[in-house]
Structures are given as C-alpha cells and as structure tokens.
C-alpha cells in the first residue's frame, strides 16, 4: 500500500538558468524548472518579458517546462534581448524567484581598431613590436598571432601582450614571415592584414680583398663578396686617387684593373651597402715593374784549362734577384751572388759566373734567371769547351793495292798530332755495304801483324782477304781515318816504285780581314824545278773534331783561304800533291785569329798612315814608344 504525501508551501526551484551568449538572430534558451509550481514568469532587467503566451507576435516562447526560448536573438535599439533575466515559480502557497543569468548577444566588428603594418623591416638583434587592436566585440574577443598559418606561443623571446601586440626582443633571420592577428568570440572570427616581416642581416665580407703585388702590364683582379639580407650593393673607389680611366670595371663584385701601371698603386676601398647597414673592407695594390735583361749571356766557346764568364746583367725596381743554373744541374740547385760551386761561382757584385779551368763536361746550356716582386725573366748560352789542340792528321796513309794469292799486303799508317800519342786502330769491311771487324795482331805465327808503328802488314793474302782496310786514327782531340782496297788477282802487276812528293814548309797566315786570310810557304828542297805538283791546304777551327780541306789544286806556293768565320782561330796546314800522291803534310801554322767585326782593321798588306799634332811633349822612358796597335808612328809636320 502506498501512501503519498503532501506538502503545501511555495514552488521549489529546480533548475536555475545560465548565462547565455548568443549571436544575433541565433536561437537562445534560458531554462527554469520548479516543483509545485502552478506558474512560471521571466523577468528582465526587473520587467517581466511579454511572451508568445501573452502576444503571438513575440519570439519569445515560454515553454512547457518553465524555459524561455528565443527564436532568434534580437539586439537592435528597439528590441534588445540581452538583459539579466531569473525566472519566478509561483502556486496558492507563495512565489520563488531564481538565480540571475545573463543573456548576452554577441557581436563582432569588421574592422580591427590596430592592425600591424603589411611590410616590416626589422635588422638582426633588435626588437619587433607587431601592434594589434582587435575589433570591437562582445563578449570581448580573444586575440592570437599566426606565424606562416601556425600558432604563435610565448617564449622567452616572443611574447604576446594582453593588450594584443606581439613582441620579438630580439630577432633572429628565422623570424622572417608572414604574420597575422586573429581575433574570435562568439560572433566569430576577423584576421588581420598579413603582415610581411623581412629581417635584415646587415652586410658582411664573405670574401675580403687582400694586398697584392703584381707586375706592370698584367690584369689584376681584387676579390670582394659580401652577402647579407637584403642583398648589398658593391661599389669601389681608390682611396688615394682616381681610379684608372677606362682600365677598370666591376664584374661579380670584384675590381678588374686591365693593365696595370706603377701609377695604380695605391689603396682600394671595397664598399658594400644596404637598407641593413654598411661596410667596407680595403687593399693595397702595390704595382712593380718586371726585371728586364739589358746584358744578356751570349754563347761562348773556350779551349779547355782557360776560364769561361757570362755576363748576365738584369734591372728593375725592385732590384731582381740574379741567380744561375748549371747544365745538367737539379733545377733547384740555383748559385746566386757570392756562392760557388766547383769551379763555378758568381761575382758578388756584377752577377757575372765565372768557370774556372773548363773542360769539356763543362760544355753545355747555362741559364741565368732575374726573378722579384714584379716578375721573372731567364736567358740561356751554351758554353762550348773545345780542345787547344787540332786533331790528329794522317801524315802517310795507306794506298789501294792489287795483289796476287800468297803476297804480303803493307799498309801504312803514320799518325800527326800534338796532343798525346794517339790510338791507331785497323777495321776490315768486304765490302761497303757490309759491317766492318776490327781487326787484332795475331801473333808471330799469324797473318795479320799491326806493328808499333801504326801499319798493317796481311802475309800470304788469299782471294776472301779483299776489300776496304781503314786505318781509323783516334787522340783527345779528334779522330781521322784513311782507307784503302785490296784486290786480289790472278796475274801479278807490275807494282812501280815511287816516292811521295816531300813536304813542304811551314805555312806562314796573316789575316786580311773577318773572313779571309793569306797563306805562304815554301816548297821543299828535295823538289825538283821539273817536278810537277800541286798544293792541298787544310785547316782546323777551335771546336772542330776533325780537319777539313780548304783549298785544293794550288799550282803555287800562296793563296787566300775565305769564306771563314769571324773571331775564330784557325791553324793550317800544307800537303804537297803530285801524281802518285800526296806528301807527309807540313808543319802546323801558328794559329791565327780572324777579325772580330771591332777589331782594328789594320794589317801589314794594308798599312795605315796615322799623323799626330804634337800638343804635349811626353817623355817616353821606354826605348821605343808603340801605338796600341804595335805600329810605328811616322813624325807629321804641320
């Protein structure tokens, strides 16, 4: 059995309402419920609400179950449904009234009251305040920052204030974006302007110009790249004069000067330039002329044990360092001034080298290098050593002969030469075209013997003993050799006995001029008025290996020898030649010197008369007072 209980007394509030927010012409519900309560009313603002109960023309709709429900939130000057509004729940007991609840109608304005700039510059390091006032709302709107679309959060650098603004203390170049402020509540939503943020980094060298020095005439370029954010402007100028007219351009930053001079030394600046800042950044030119060779080495030829110099004279400023390289000498191996090397060294104050008591591996190419700031330059000069002494002649030498089988072949084979004594040695070839043997003494008891006086004697000669015999004659100073052909027959020839025409004298040289000069001599006593002859002259020249023929087929005992050198020595000598042959040769001339084109010309086929005004008495204390020359001076009267 139940029982139900009564209790008589005033409505019991049950639900209280809340504050609303409502956009306008949104829909909105405040809720009350009692129990016990016979009637519900809404008050706002301390009026009571007229609703759809009352006038059907009202969007305000009181429900069922206490609530009051708007159909759409008005908020405009005549009808404005934000208030403070309770709900009051009454029966035949009494009346109670709710807690209070806000009806709010929010808003949102279009445009904000501070927005920050579309384009901001801001350098490195320093502060960045992006203001922003949002537009006027209710409820009032909260503001946030974008940073390329992503949110931006406090730190200990960023910072957005309450009152909206966005504070950078310092920025940094990852700071660069695109900002926005975003303003929300209830209404909605507003974003500000973008706001672009481009952070300058202010101009710094990647690359500095350093000092140089270079060369007069050459193509200088002065690195300068500098980078920052925006990128720089470079601009140069010469910090102590004009820069070179129409020498020099800007390519890529860089200073390009074209052929230089010693008047662009000086001071460049570099300068670069941006809305960031500005630096600059310099170098000094130093311009110096190349050395420059005003005495080069010439090439020189020398006799052997005699002392060699090239000269080698190099100038510029600053003064060039001279050095010296060897033949056959590491290419670092260098002589400077003042150092030696064997027996070679170089002058401490002329540069010069000096080669002391060449020989012949002393021949070769010297190299002289001037080398400074500005540059370097090389010449070159081939020294050739040569023997003092001509190379040996054959004074007899052997003869073609026709022998039977089972003959005694002779072949002589005299050496001249002054140089010590030389090496005779015998080669057989059977025939030209085929490779020759030397050939050995073989004994007593052999065919062959080579005798200490330079002859080949072949006993008991068969038919495979024909061919060329040589007698190959070998010194210090050169080499000669002489042939002849054997010939082997079956009928022995009548071999006729005759003797060489004798030597003649000793042939004696002046020099006419550079090219040419005259020789005499006389023939040998043991000739004959009725003998028919002539003359064969040869000559040698320092560096020679071997004598040559002049002259040939000189019916008398003089002649002129052309077609010779300048400056160079020659020895000569004589053959007498009659129709079995040619003599011993003569005696060496003394060797003779051909003029050099600065030689005197003056000979004794060509005297010259020289005539003097007397100005000056000199005493001479000599017994005889020569001209440079050796001439004697005829006395001139005025």
């Not at 179950?65 to 029966?91: I, K, M, P, Q």
């Not at 946030?144 to 603004?165: M, Q, Y």
Request: glycine share 6%; aromatic share 6%.
């Amino acid at each position: 059995m139940f029982l139900k209980v009564f209790v008589r007394g005033p409505p019991v509030i049950t639900e209280h309402p809340s504050n609303v927010v409502a956009r306008r012409n949104d829909p909105a519900t405040l809720n009350c419920a009692a129990s016990g309560a016979s009637r519900i009313r809404w008050y706002r603002d301390g009026e009571e609400v007229t609703t759809s109960t009352v006038d059907t023309r009202s969007h305000r709709v009181l429900l069922l179950s206490g609530s009051l429900f708007f159909l759409r939130v008005t908020a405009t000057r005549r009808d404005n449904d934000a208030g403070t509004y309770w709900c009051v729940a009454s029966n035949s007991y009494g009346a109670t009234r709710s807690r209070s609840a806000t009806l709010t109608v929010a808003f949102l304005a279009d445009e904000f009251q501070a927005e920050p700039q579309s384009s901001v510059k801001v350098r490195v390091g320093e502060p960045l305040i992006l203001p922003c006032q949002p537009p006027k709302g209710s409820p009032p709107p909260e503001l946030t920052w974008l940073r390329n679309g992503e949110e931006v959060t406090n730190s200990s650098r960023v910072n957005v204030l309450a009152a909206g603004d966005l504070v950078i203390s310092q920025v940094v170049e990852e700071d660069s974006a695109v900002y926005i402020c975003r303003a929300r509540n209830a209404a909605g939503s507003r974003e500000s302007e973008p706001s672009k943020v481009i952070i300058m980094t202010p101009p710094w060298f990647e690359e500095r110009p350093a000092n140089v020095t270079v060369a007069s005439g050459v193509v200088v370029e002065l690195a300068c790249r500098a980078r920052g954010s925006p990128t720089p402007t470079v601009t140069w100028r010469r910090l102590d004069g004009k820069m070179p007219l129409g020498r020099a351009m800007i390519e890529d930053q860089r200073l390009v000067l074209d052929h230089v001079a010693a008047a662009d030394s000086g001071v460049y600046v570099c300068e670069v330039e941006s809305e960031a800042g500005i630096a600059a950044a310099r170098a000094t030119l130093t311009v110096v002329d190349a050395p420059e060779l005003t005495q080069k080495p010439q090439d020189v030829q020398v006799v052997s044990g005699e002392r060699a110099k090239l000269s080698c004279v190099v100038n510029g400023d600053p003064k060039p360092l001279v050095l010296w390289r060897l033949p056959d000498a590491d290419k670092t191996a260098l002589l400077s001034a003042g150092q030696t090397s064997g027996r070679a060294s170089v002058d401490g104050s002329s540069h010069t080298l000096l080669l002391q008591d060449v020989t012949t591996e002393d021949s070769g190419a010297y190299h002289c290098w001037g080398i400074s700031n500005g540059g370097g330059v090389t010449a070159r000069a081939e020294v050739t050593v040569v023997s003092a002494h001509p190379p040996p002649v054959v004074g007899v030498g052997p003869e073609d002969l026709k022998l039977v089988p089972g003959s005694i072949a002779s072949f002589p084979c005299e050496a001249v030469s002054e140089a010590a004594t030389p090496t005779i040695t015998w080669w057989y070839r059977p025939a030209a075209h085929l490779p020759a043997r030397q050939l050995t003494d073989e004994g007593d008891d052999a065919r062959i013997s080579l005798p200490t006086n330079g002859a080949l004697i072949l006993k008991d000669v068969r038919a495979d003993d024909a061919g060329i015999y040589t007698c190959h004659i070998t010194a210090d100073t050169g080499s000669v050799e002489q042939a002849a052909i054997l010939r082997i027959v079956d009928e022995p020839s009548l071999q006729e006995s005759f003797l060489l025409p004798a030597p003649p004298s000793k042939p004696r040289v002046v020099a006419i001029n550079e090219t040419a000069v005259r020789l005499s001599w006389l023939p040998n006593s043991r000739v004959s008025e009725s003998s028919s002859q002539s003359y064969t002259v040869e000559y040698w020249r320092q560096g020679w290996e071997e004598w040559r023929v002049a002259e040939a087929l000189i019916p008398q005992e003089t002649c002129v020898i052309g077609d010779l050198a300048p400056g160079y020595t020659y020895t000569f000598l004589v053959r007498a030649v009659a129709e079995r042959g040619a003599s011993f040769p003569s005696p060496w001339s003394d060797p003779v010197r051909t003029r050099s084109p600065r030689d005197p010309a003056l000979s004794e086929d060509h005297p010259l008369r020289l005539c003097a005004r007397v100005r000056r008495v000199t005493v001479c204390t000599r017994p005889r007072c020569l001209d440079p020359w050796g001439y004697s001076l005829e006395e001139c009267h005025a």
